[in-house]
């Protein structure tokens, strides 16, 4: 199955024949349909949130997860979801998923592995490994051709797991887990291979010279909707960079923003800014508490300004701190705002709602708008 996260609503593209013979649908009952419909009542919501975070920030997740056919019935498979990236700018040109089903077999089974690494039932019939995928269209339709026609991604047996409880936690063994991974590298293969001819190559991981920060394009499109100076930093990366700068505090700042990307917010200091105020900054970053400020920073061409900074994490659905928002106000130059009832406060507390709804509303929809 190919689904493409730049297309709204992140919609199925392509189905591998083994994938619609798990589930029981057709091609056209899945095409152009979001992979939540795969989802029931007994789906873990804290599972598709993990999912559908990973997707969010553009990472790979392996999980268990329990999935419904067609008829209803429940099917629960290793859910092992991969981006693929695109070579020269690092964005994300679709995601990579292999779905493995868990059986009482493959949960227990610890020894035997048959051709191409594929474990082996009692009865010595290979594990399928199930494809999702999504491919942009310049990748060209002949990868995805390839793809259903690799040995083991184009049937698949009935893995029989009817009899699990729905309910039941199940894990998958290490051996699968193994092996979705390995079915992983191997479709990242194909698709590095058949995207050379395009000269759009794709690559597994983003390379060291790509910005490891980089936002998807939908929070990039909410962020730019917020007129007013903010940054984004991640407190996940080393030094805390910034990832996310908007056009206001480029004017505020004087700074492009080639050249703030992937820089810690201390660029902005001087010789006269007061380290105890950045030692309060620091402390609530460590105690991940919101913070406001007074600070003198300074601006590109060496100019000083007061900066009334507010500091505040940002949490996802699923309340893990995904960024830090700083908002920039130069004392002195809100008049007009203050006359209209909006003092820097307001100001500032309105930016990072903004922000936090961009993000959460993201992160909740990842699943029928990004993942």
Known sequence: MITDPHISGHPIVFASLGFLKMCGYSKDEVIGKNGRMFQGPRTDRKSVMEIREAIREERAIQISLLNYRKDGEPNWILFHLSPVFNKEDGG???????????????????????????GLDENGSRVREIVFGSCRREMCSDSVAVLDRVQGLDSFEDSNNRGLDAEESIKASDLVKQKAATAINNILSILIHHSEPTGRLVCGKRGNSIRMGSLGSSLNISLGRIKQSFVLTDPHSHDMPIVYASDAFLNLTGYTRHEVLDRNCRFLNGPNTDA???????????????????????????GSFWNLLHISPVRNATGRIAFYVGVQIEEGGCKNEEVRGLSPEMRQRGVVGAVKVAVRSLSMGAGSSKS
């Open 92 to 118: 994300v040109i679709h995601f990579v998923a292999v779905l493995v089903p868990i059986t009482p077999k493959s949960r227990n089974f610890e020894n035997g592995v048959g051709r191409n690494g594929c």
């Open 276 to 302: 105890k105020t950045i030692s309060q900054i620091r402390e609530s970053i460590r105690s991940e508490q919101a913070c406001s400020v007074r600070i003198l920073n300074y601006r590109k061409d060496g």
